[in-house]
Protein backbone atom coordinates (compact mmCIF):
# COMPACT_ATOMS: atom_id res chain seq x y z
CA UNK A 1 0.00 0.00 0.00
CA UNK A 2 2.87 2.35 0.44
CA UNK A 3 4.59 3.35 -2.61
CA UNK A 4 7.32 6.13 -4.17
CA UNK A 5 3.94 7.49 -6.24
CA UNK A 6 2.03 8.73 -3.17
CA UNK A 7 2.03 12.05 -2.79
CA UNK A 8 1.29 14.69 0.48
CA UNK A 9 -2.22 15.03 -0.97
CA UNK A 10 -2.57 11.27 -1.31
CA UNK A 11 -2.15 10.95 2.13
CA UNK A 12 -4.53 13.72 3.39
CA UNK A 13 -7.12 12.29 1.08
CA UNK A 14 -6.73 8.64 3.04
CA UNK A 15 -6.78 10.23 6.26
CA UNK A 16 -9.86 12.30 5.73
CA UNK A 17 -11.55 9.02 4.21
CA UNK A 18 -10.54 7.30 6.97
CA UNK A 19 -8.65 4.86 5.63
CA UNK A 20 -5.56 5.65 7.16
CA UNK A 21 -5.14 5.93 10.78
CA UNK A 22 -1.59 4.68 10.81
CA UNK A 23 1.45 6.64 11.61
CA UNK A 24 2.90 8.22 8.49
CA UNK A 25 6.63 7.24 8.62
CA UNK A 26 8.39 6.25 5.74
CA UNK A 27 4.35 7.43 3.21
CA UNK A 28 4.72 9.99 0.67
CA UNK A 29 8.64 9.95 0.63
CA UNK A 30 9.74 12.98 0.19
CA UNK A 31 6.95 15.26 1.24
CA UNK A 32 7.22 17.71 4.12
CA UNK A 33 5.16 16.06 7.02
CA UNK A 34 4.51 18.25 10.42
CA UNK A 35 3.80 18.67 13.57
CA UNK A 36 0.21 19.82 14.63
CA UNK A 37 -1.28 22.07 17.54
CA UNK A 38 -4.61 23.83 17.51
CA UNK A 39 -6.19 25.58 20.57
CA UNK A 40 -8.68 28.51 20.78
CA UNK A 41 -7.00 31.88 19.70
CA UNK A 42 -6.64 33.58 22.62
CA UNK A 43 -4.10 31.24 23.73
CA UNK A 44 -3.02 30.92 19.92
CA UNK A 45 -1.43 34.39 20.83
CA UNK A 46 0.95 33.41 23.18
CA UNK A 47 1.86 29.93 21.15
CA UNK A 48 2.60 31.56 17.94
CA UNK A 49 5.33 34.32 21.12
CA UNK A 50 6.21 30.42 22.48
CA UNK A 51 7.40 29.00 18.98
CA UNK A 52 8.73 32.71 17.97
CA UNK A 53 10.65 33.00 20.91
CA UNK A 54 12.11 29.45 20.45
CA UNK A 55 12.61 28.30 17.52
CA UNK A 56 14.87 25.50 17.28
CA UNK A 57 12.87 23.22 18.92
CA UNK A 58 9.03 24.78 17.69
CA UNK A 59 10.00 25.69 14.07
CA UNK A 60 6.64 27.06 12.74
CA UNK A 61 5.87 26.23 8.94
CA UNK A 62 3.09 27.78 8.79
CA UNK A 63 -0.57 28.57 10.83
CA UNK A 64 -4.18 29.63 10.08
CA UNK A 65 -4.80 33.08 8.54
CA UNK A 66 -7.17 33.93 10.70
CA UNK A 67 -9.15 32.12 13.80
CA UNK A 68 -11.33 29.61 12.26
CA UNK A 69 -9.54 28.40 9.24
CA UNK A 70 -8.97 24.98 8.88
CA UNK A 71 -6.56 25.49 5.77
CA UNK A 72 -2.96 25.64 5.69
CA UNK A 73 -2.39 26.96 1.91
CA UNK A 74 1.21 27.40 2.47
CA UNK A 75 1.60 23.75 3.02
CA UNK A 76 -1.03 22.78 0.43
CA UNK A 77 -3.58 22.67 -1.44
CA UNK A 78 -7.61 21.83 0.37
CA UNK A 79 -5.89 21.00 3.69
CA UNK A 80 -8.46 20.74 6.20
CA UNK A 81 -6.61 20.54 9.40
CA UNK A 82 -9.51 18.80 11.09
CA UNK A 83 -9.45 15.95 8.78
CA UNK A 84 -6.33 15.28 7.43
CA UNK A 85 -4.33 13.39 9.78
CA UNK A 86 -4.29 9.82 10.50
CA UNK A 87 -4.97 10.63 14.49
CA UNK A 88 -5.06 13.66 16.75
CA UNK A 89 -4.85 13.73 20.80
CA UNK A 90 -7.38 15.47 22.74
CA UNK A 91 -5.91 17.44 25.80
CA UNK A 92 -8.18 18.80 28.36
CA UNK A 93 -6.52 20.91 31.05
CA UNK A 94 -2.97 19.80 30.03
CA UNK A 95 -3.68 16.32 30.35
CA UNK A 96 -4.29 13.54 27.88
CA UNK A 97 -7.92 12.36 27.82
CA UNK A 98 -8.54 10.78 24.13
CA UNK A 99 -7.40 10.08 20.67
CA UNK A 100 -9.89 10.44 17.34
CA UNK A 101 -9.41 9.65 13.59
CA UNK A 102 -11.24 13.54 13.27
CA UNK A 103 -11.53 16.62 15.29
CA UNK A 104 -14.72 18.61 13.44
CA UNK A 105 -16.91 18.22 16.43
CA UNK A 106 -14.09 19.55 18.61
CA UNK A 107 -13.49 22.87 16.33
CA UNK A 108 -14.56 26.04 17.11
CA UNK A 109 -14.99 29.21 14.95
CA UNK A 110 -11.97 30.86 16.94
CA UNK A 111 -9.32 28.24 16.91
CA UNK A 112 -6.28 28.60 15.58
CA UNK A 113 -4.22 25.30 13.22
CA UNK A 114 -0.18 25.53 14.12
CA UNK A 115 2.45 23.26 11.74
CA UNK A 116 5.93 22.65 13.08
CA UNK A 117 8.93 21.28 11.66
CA UNK A 118 9.64 17.67 12.08
CA UNK A 119 12.59 15.77 12.33
CA UNK A 120 11.72 13.42 9.42
CA UNK A 121 12.46 15.78 6.83
CA UNK A 122 16.56 15.84 8.33
CA UNK A 123 16.49 12.16 8.66
CA UNK A 124 15.64 11.88 5.21
CA UNK A 125 18.10 14.23 4.17
CA UNK A 126 20.68 12.42 6.43
CA UNK A 127 20.17 8.63 5.09
CA UNK A 128 20.57 10.74 1.60
CA UNK A 129 23.90 11.22 2.57
CA UNK A 130 24.85 7.88 3.58
CA UNK A 131 24.35 8.40 7.06
CA UNK A 132 22.62 5.72 9.23
CA UNK A 133 20.05 6.84 11.60
CA UNK A 134 19.99 4.27 14.40
CA UNK A 135 16.44 4.37 15.55
CA UNK A 136 15.92 3.71 11.80
CA UNK A 137 18.00 0.99 11.52
CA UNK A 138 16.49 -0.79 14.47
CA UNK A 139 13.05 0.21 13.98
CA UNK A 140 12.06 2.04 17.01
CA UNK A 141 10.90 5.46 18.10
CA UNK A 142 14.17 8.04 18.45
CA UNK A 143 14.75 8.31 21.90
CA UNK A 144 13.80 11.88 23.43
CA UNK A 145 15.02 13.34 26.83
CA UNK A 146 14.46 16.40 28.90
CA UNK A 147 17.34 18.66 29.47
CA UNK A 148 17.69 21.57 31.52
CA UNK A 149 18.00 24.38 28.82
CA UNK A 150 14.58 26.43 29.82
CA UNK A 151 12.74 27.31 26.88
CA UNK A 152 11.74 31.25 26.57
CA UNK A 153 8.21 31.05 27.90
CA UNK A 154 5.50 33.08 26.35
CA UNK A 155 2.19 33.52 28.41
CA UNK A 156 1.24 30.24 29.95
CA UNK A 157 3.48 28.23 27.61
CA UNK A 158 7.03 27.44 28.98
CA UNK A 159 9.51 24.43 29.97
CA UNK A 160 12.88 22.90 29.29
CA UNK A 161 13.62 21.64 26.11
CA UNK A 162 13.29 18.25 25.07
CA UNK A 163 16.02 17.18 22.65
CA UNK A 164 16.08 13.78 20.42
CA UNK A 165 19.33 12.34 19.94
CA UNK A 166 20.58 10.05 17.41
CA UNK A 167 24.35 8.40 17.90
CA UNK A 168 27.04 8.12 15.03
CA UNK A 169 30.53 7.57 14.37
CA UNK A 170 32.13 11.23 15.25
CA UNK A 171 32.62 11.84 10.69
CA UNK A 172 29.28 10.73 10.26
CA UNK A 173 28.30 14.11 13.56
CA UNK A 174 30.44 16.09 11.55
CA UNK A 175 28.32 15.94 8.38
CA UNK A 176 25.23 15.48 9.94
CA UNK A 177 26.04 19.27 11.61
CA UNK A 178 26.70 20.49 7.87
CA UNK A 179 23.31 18.76 6.74
CA UNK A 180 21.41 20.07 8.84
CA UNK A 181 22.27 23.59 9.17
CA UNK A 182 21.32 24.12 5.83
CA UNK A 183 17.45 22.94 7.65
CA UNK A 184 16.30 25.22 9.69
CA UNK A 185 13.09 25.51 9.56
CA UNK A 186 13.49 21.30 10.87
CA UNK A 187 15.34 22.17 13.86
CA UNK A 188 18.25 22.95 12.14
CA UNK A 189 21.96 21.68 12.91
CA UNK A 190 22.11 19.72 16.34
CA UNK A 191 22.24 21.59 19.59
CA UNK A 192 24.57 19.57 21.49
CA UNK A 193 27.27 16.69 20.23
CA UNK A 194 28.67 14.49 23.22
CA UNK A 195 28.18 14.44 26.69
CA UNK A 196 24.56 13.58 27.93
CA UNK A 197 25.87 15.46 31.21
CA UNK A 198 25.84 18.29 30.27
CA UNK A 199 21.89 18.45 28.97
CA UNK A 200 21.66 17.47 32.60
CA UNK A 201 20.70 13.77 30.99
CA UNK A 202 21.77 10.99 33.56
CA UNK A 203 21.47 7.85 31.68
CA UNK A 204 20.78 7.96 27.76
CA UNK A 205 19.06 4.28 27.93
CA UNK A 206 16.20 5.68 29.81
CA UNK A 207 14.38 8.33 27.50
CA UNK A 208 11.63 10.48 28.48
CA UNK A 209 9.89 9.71 25.27
CA UNK A 210 10.53 7.37 22.37
CA UNK A 211 12.86 4.32 22.76
CA UNK A 212 16.24 3.75 23.60
CA UNK A 213 18.27 2.53 20.88
CA UNK A 214 22.15 1.20 20.77
CA UNK A 215 25.14 3.11 20.84
CA UNK A 216 28.50 1.32 19.32
CA UNK A 217 31.53 2.14 21.69
CA UNK A 218 33.13 4.82 18.74
CA UNK A 219 29.78 6.79 18.37
CA UNK A 220 29.13 10.58 19.90
CA UNK A 221 25.85 11.11 20.62
CA UNK A 222 24.09 14.13 18.62
CA UNK A 223 21.44 16.09 20.20
CA UNK A 224 18.98 17.99 18.11
CA UNK A 225 16.12 20.75 19.39
CA UNK A 226 12.78 18.47 19.63
CA UNK A 227 9.20 18.57 18.62
CA UNK A 228 7.95 17.28 21.68
CA UNK A 229 8.77 20.82 23.70
CA UNK A 230 6.04 22.02 22.45
CA UNK A 231 3.49 19.00 23.96
CA UNK A 232 5.64 19.64 27.30
CA UNK A 233 4.78 23.45 27.05
CA UNK A 234 0.97 22.44 26.59
CA UNK A 235 0.99 20.38 29.01
CA UNK A 236 2.51 22.49 31.30
CA UNK A 237 0.11 25.87 29.84
CA UNK A 238 -3.47 23.70 30.90
CA UNK A 239 -5.55 25.28 28.30
CA UNK A 240 -9.25 24.12 28.89
CA UNK A 241 -8.73 22.16 25.43
CA UNK A 242 -6.48 21.75 22.93
CA UNK A 243 -5.64 19.47 20.31
CA UNK A 244 -2.83 17.76 18.69
CA UNK A 245 -1.22 15.43 16.60
CA UNK A 246 -0.78 11.89 17.89
CA UNK A 247 2.82 11.27 17.41
CA UNK A 248 4.28 9.46 14.37
CA UNK A 249 0.86 10.41 12.43
CA UNK A 250 1.83 13.89 11.10
CA UNK A 251 0.23 16.22 8.28
CA UNK A 252 2.17 15.30 5.07
CA UNK A 253 2.04 18.65 3.24
CA UNK A 254 2.37 19.30 -0.66
CA UNK A 255 6.10 20.83 0.07
CA UNK A 256 9.10 18.34 -0.86
CA UNK A 257 11.97 17.96 2.17
CA UNK A 258 14.08 19.26 -0.42
CA UNK A 259 12.48 22.60 -0.76
CA UNK A 260 13.20 23.61 3.17
CA UNK A 261 17.10 23.35 2.69
CA UNK A 262 18.40 26.87 2.56
CA UNK A 263 21.54 27.52 0.12
CA UNK B 1 53.99 48.34 13.45
CA UNK B 2 51.78 45.90 12.64
CA UNK B 3 48.14 47.62 11.48
CA UNK B 4 45.14 47.38 9.68
CA UNK B 5 46.04 48.94 7.07
CA UNK B 6 48.48 46.86 5.35
CA UNK B 7 47.60 44.55 2.86
CA UNK B 8 48.92 41.87 1.62
CA UNK B 9 51.36 43.52 -0.63
CA UNK B 10 52.79 45.50 2.16
CA UNK B 11 54.01 42.83 3.83
CA UNK B 12 55.76 41.47 0.62
CA UNK B 13 56.99 44.17 0.01
CA UNK B 14 58.82 44.16 3.77
CA UNK B 15 59.57 41.03 2.93
CA UNK B 16 61.58 41.82 -0.17
CA UNK B 17 63.90 44.44 0.95
CA UNK B 18 65.06 42.45 3.99
CA UNK B 19 62.50 44.68 6.30
CA UNK B 20 60.06 41.46 7.67
CA UNK B 21 61.93 38.29 9.01
CA UNK B 22 59.52 37.59 11.55
CA UNK B 23 56.38 35.95 11.90
CA UNK B 24 53.04 36.93 10.06
CA UNK B 25 50.67 35.96 11.62
CA UNK B 26 48.15 38.68 12.60
CA UNK B 27 50.01 40.93 10.30
CA UNK B 28 47.53 41.91 7.49
CA UNK B 29 44.35 40.96 9.09
CA UNK B 30 41.68 39.53 6.46
CA UNK B 31 44.68 38.76 3.30
CA UNK B 32 44.74 34.73 2.74
CA UNK B 33 48.23 33.93 3.97
CA UNK B 34 49.69 30.44 2.78
CA UNK B 35 52.08 27.84 3.33
CA UNK B 36 54.60 27.54 0.48
CA UNK B 37 56.62 24.25 -1.32
CA UNK B 38 59.17 24.91 -3.68
CA UNK B 39 61.26 22.38 -5.25
CA UNK B 40 62.51 20.99 -8.85
CA UNK B 41 59.99 20.43 -11.57
CA UNK B 42 60.05 16.32 -11.64
CA UNK B 43 59.21 16.13 -8.36
CA UNK B 44 56.80 18.75 -8.59
CA UNK B 45 54.39 16.64 -11.28
CA UNK B 46 54.39 13.92 -8.28
CA UNK B 47 53.67 16.83 -5.40
CA UNK B 48 51.08 18.43 -7.46
CA UNK B 49 49.69 14.63 -7.44
CA UNK B 50 49.79 14.41 -3.84
CA UNK B 51 48.22 17.55 -3.06
CA UNK B 52 45.46 16.85 -5.72
CA UNK B 53 44.95 13.11 -3.55
CA UNK B 54 45.01 15.02 -0.33
CA UNK B 55 43.28 18.00 -0.68
CA UNK B 56 42.18 18.29 3.25
CA UNK B 57 45.42 18.31 4.24
CA UNK B 58 47.29 19.47 0.77
CA UNK B 59 44.52 22.47 -0.32
CA UNK B 60 46.58 23.75 -3.39
CA UNK B 61 45.75 27.25 -3.63
CA UNK B 62 48.20 28.03 -6.50
CA UNK B 63 51.18 26.88 -8.24
CA UNK B 64 53.79 28.52 -10.80
CA UNK B 65 52.47 28.70 -14.51
CA UNK B 66 55.65 27.10 -15.72
CA UNK B 67 58.90 25.86 -14.35
CA UNK B 68 61.22 28.54 -13.44
CA UNK B 69 58.31 30.84 -13.01
CA UNK B 70 58.80 32.96 -9.97
CA UNK B 71 55.58 34.51 -9.97
CA UNK B 72 51.85 33.02 -8.15
CA UNK B 73 49.57 35.59 -10.31
CA UNK B 74 46.32 33.79 -8.49
CA UNK B 75 47.58 34.98 -5.38
CA UNK B 76 48.85 38.79 -6.31
CA UNK B 77 50.57 41.09 -8.15
CA UNK B 78 54.29 40.71 -8.74
CA UNK B 79 54.81 37.94 -6.26
CA UNK B 80 58.57 36.76 -6.41
CA UNK B 81 58.12 33.68 -4.67
CA UNK B 82 62.21 34.05 -3.80
CA UNK B 83 62.17 36.72 -1.80
CA UNK B 84 58.60 37.92 -0.53
CA UNK B 85 58.18 35.33 2.75
CA UNK B 86 59.98 36.49 5.86
CA UNK B 87 61.85 32.97 6.22
CA UNK B 88 62.42 29.84 4.16
CA UNK B 89 63.61 26.55 5.37
CA UNK B 90 66.22 24.42 2.98
CA UNK B 91 65.54 20.79 3.11
CA UNK B 92 68.49 18.34 1.71
CA UNK B 93 67.91 14.55 1.40
CA UNK B 94 64.92 15.44 3.43
CA UNK B 95 66.28 16.86 6.15
CA UNK B 96 66.54 20.46 7.21
CA UNK B 97 69.82 21.96 7.19
CA UNK B 98 69.60 25.97 7.04
CA UNK B 99 67.11 28.98 6.98
CA UNK B 100 67.45 31.66 4.65
CA UNK B 101 65.60 35.48 3.91
CA UNK B 102 65.41 34.85 0.79
CA UNK B 103 66.37 31.99 -1.83
CA UNK B 104 67.41 34.00 -4.97
CA UNK B 105 70.80 31.69 -4.63
CA UNK B 106 68.98 28.40 -4.58
CA UNK B 107 66.24 29.02 -6.96
CA UNK B 108 66.84 27.55 -10.46
CA UNK B 109 65.02 27.46 -13.70
CA UNK B 110 63.63 23.99 -13.40
CA UNK B 111 61.81 24.91 -10.24
CA UNK B 112 58.28 24.72 -9.37
CA UNK B 113 56.49 26.85 -6.43
CA UNK B 114 53.57 25.61 -4.83
CA UNK B 115 51.40 27.97 -2.54
CA UNK B 116 48.97 25.95 -0.11
CA UNK B 117 45.78 27.15 2.25
CA UNK B 118 46.72 27.57 5.70
CA UNK B 119 44.56 27.37 8.91
CA UNK B 120 44.94 31.78 9.51
CA UNK B 121 42.34 31.73 7.16
CA UNK B 122 39.40 29.30 9.05
CA UNK B 123 41.01 30.91 12.73
CA UNK B 124 39.88 34.34 11.61
CA UNK B 125 36.50 33.70 10.59
CA UNK B 126 35.69 31.73 13.72
CA UNK B 127 37.36 34.33 16.05
CA UNK B 128 34.73 36.70 14.27
CA UNK B 129 32.01 34.58 14.98
CA UNK B 130 33.13 35.06 18.67
CA UNK B 131 34.52 31.47 18.77
CA UNK B 132 37.81 31.32 21.28
CA UNK B 133 40.38 29.93 19.50
CA UNK B 134 42.71 28.36 22.41
CA UNK B 135 46.50 28.46 21.23
CA UNK B 136 45.48 32.15 20.53
CA UNK B 137 44.44 33.09 23.35
CA UNK B 138 47.34 31.60 25.61
CA UNK B 139 49.89 33.13 22.54
CA UNK B 140 51.13 29.90 21.39
CA UNK B 141 51.90 27.59 18.25
CA UNK B 142 48.44 25.62 17.88
CA UNK B 143 48.93 21.77 18.95
CA UNK B 144 49.83 19.06 16.09
CA UNK B 145 49.90 15.37 15.55
CA UNK B 146 50.86 12.77 13.85
CA UNK B 147 47.98 10.21 13.27
CA UNK B 148 47.29 6.86 12.16
CA UNK B 149 45.11 8.19 8.72
CA UNK B 150 47.48 7.47 5.81
CA UNK B 151 47.42 9.84 3.21
CA UNK B 152 47.13 8.68 -0.58
CA UNK B 153 50.46 8.80 -2.27
CA UNK B 154 52.03 10.01 -4.97
CA UNK B 155 55.17 9.30 -6.08
CA UNK B 156 57.48 9.25 -3.91
CA UNK B 157 55.48 11.52 -1.29
CA UNK B 158 53.92 9.61 1.31
CA UNK B 159 52.75 10.04 5.01
CA UNK B 160 49.98 9.76 7.16
CA UNK B 161 48.27 12.66 8.25
CA UNK B 162 49.01 15.95 10.49
CA UNK B 163 46.21 17.19 12.47
CA UNK B 164 45.66 20.48 14.30
CA UNK B 165 43.85 20.47 17.43
CA UNK B 166 41.33 23.45 19.01
CA UNK B 167 39.46 22.36 22.22
CA UNK B 168 36.79 24.12 22.33
CA UNK B 169 32.96 23.76 23.87
CA UNK B 170 30.89 21.70 21.85
CA UNK B 171 28.40 24.04 21.20
CA UNK B 172 31.17 26.50 19.20
CA UNK B 173 32.36 22.63 17.67
CA UNK B 174 28.87 22.61 15.90
CA UNK B 175 29.29 25.88 15.09
CA UNK B 176 32.69 25.69 14.09
CA UNK B 177 31.76 22.79 11.70
CA UNK B 178 29.56 25.27 9.68
CA UNK B 179 31.60 27.63 9.12
CA UNK B 180 34.53 26.13 8.40
CA UNK B 181 32.79 23.61 5.58
CA UNK B 182 32.60 26.83 3.98
CA UNK B 183 36.33 26.89 3.12
CA UNK B 184 37.01 23.90 1.48
CA UNK B 185 40.60 25.77 0.41
CA UNK B 186 41.75 26.33 3.78
CA UNK B 187 41.43 22.38 5.40
CA UNK B 188 38.01 22.97 5.22
CA UNK B 189 35.46 21.59 8.54
CA UNK B 190 37.19 19.16 10.54
CA UNK B 191 37.94 15.57 10.26
CA UNK B 192 37.67 14.50 13.76
CA UNK B 193 35.70 15.76 17.50
CA UNK B 194 35.88 13.90 20.38
CA UNK B 195 38.24 10.94 21.49
CA UNK B 196 41.77 11.36 20.27
CA UNK B 197 42.72 7.59 20.34
CA UNK B 198 40.22 7.45 17.19
CA UNK B 199 43.13 8.89 15.19
CA UNK B 200 46.31 7.13 16.81
CA UNK B 201 46.91 10.20 19.13
CA UNK B 202 48.20 9.52 22.63
CA UNK B 203 48.31 12.17 24.47
CA UNK B 204 47.09 15.54 23.88
CA UNK B 205 50.04 16.77 26.13
CA UNK B 206 52.29 16.03 23.95
CA UNK B 207 52.21 17.45 20.60
CA UNK B 208 53.91 16.15 17.61
CA UNK B 209 54.72 19.74 16.71
CA UNK B 210 53.77 23.30 18.04
CA UNK B 211 52.79 23.94 21.97
CA UNK B 212 50.19 22.13 24.10
CA UNK B 213 47.06 24.44 25.46
CA UNK B 214 44.70 23.78 27.69
CA UNK B 215 41.25 21.86 27.54
CA UNK B 216 39.09 22.79 30.09
CA UNK B 217 36.82 19.91 31.62
CA UNK B 218 33.63 20.62 29.37
CA UNK B 219 36.17 20.75 26.24
CA UNK B 220 35.76 18.86 23.39
CA UNK B 221 38.76 18.63 21.22
CA UNK B 222 38.05 19.04 17.53
CA UNK B 223 40.73 18.05 15.03
CA UNK B 224 41.77 19.59 11.49
CA UNK B 225 43.63 18.35 8.57
CA UNK B 226 47.00 19.83 9.19
CA UNK B 227 48.95 21.97 6.78
CA UNK B 228 52.19 20.12 7.89
CA UNK B 229 51.19 16.70 6.74
CA UNK B 230 52.74 18.25 3.14
CA UNK B 231 56.11 19.30 5.32
CA UNK B 232 56.66 15.31 6.42
CA UNK B 233 55.78 13.91 3.26
CA UNK B 234 58.51 16.40 2.18
CA UNK B 235 60.74 14.39 4.44
CA UNK B 236 59.86 11.11 3.25
CA UNK B 237 60.25 11.79 0.05
CA UNK B 238 64.19 12.50 0.73
CA UNK B 239 64.56 15.23 -2.43
CA UNK B 240 67.99 16.38 -2.83
CA UNK B 241 67.06 19.77 -1.90
CA UNK B 242 63.68 21.54 -1.31
CA UNK B 243 62.67 25.08 0.14
CA UNK B 244 59.60 25.71 2.29
CA UNK B 245 58.72 28.35 4.31
CA UNK B 246 59.52 28.22 8.37
CA UNK B 247 56.78 27.27 9.96
CA UNK B 248 53.91 31.16 10.98
CA UNK B 249 56.24 33.09 8.38
CA UNK B 250 53.69 32.39 5.35
CA UNK B 251 53.50 33.87 2.02
CA UNK B 252 50.88 37.13 2.17
CA UNK B 253 48.91 37.58 -0.81
CA UNK B 254 46.20 39.82 -2.51
CA UNK B 255 43.11 37.32 -1.56
CA UNK B 256 40.71 38.35 1.43
CA UNK B 257 39.85 35.65 3.56
CA UNK B 258 36.38 35.93 2.84
CA UNK B 259 37.04 35.29 -1.07
CA UNK B 260 37.62 31.41 -0.12
CA UNK B 261 34.11 31.50 1.15
CA UNK B 262 31.98 29.05 -0.88
CA UNK B 263 28.31 29.90 -0.80
Known sequence: MTGDWESGRDIRRLCRTGALVEPTSGRAPGYVQCNVVMMPADS????????????????????????????????????DIRTDLPQYRIWRDGVLTERCDDVEHFWEDDWVAFALGCSFSFEEALINAGIEIRNISEGVNVPMYRTNIPCISAGPFAGNMVVSMRPMPPADVIEAIQICARFPSVHGAPIHIGDPAHLGIDDLNHPDFGDPVTLHQTDMPAFWACGVTPQVALEAAKLPMAITHEPGHMLVSDLKNTDLAIS
Open 44 to 79: AHYFRQFCEHNPRPCPLLAMSEAPGSVALAALGTDI
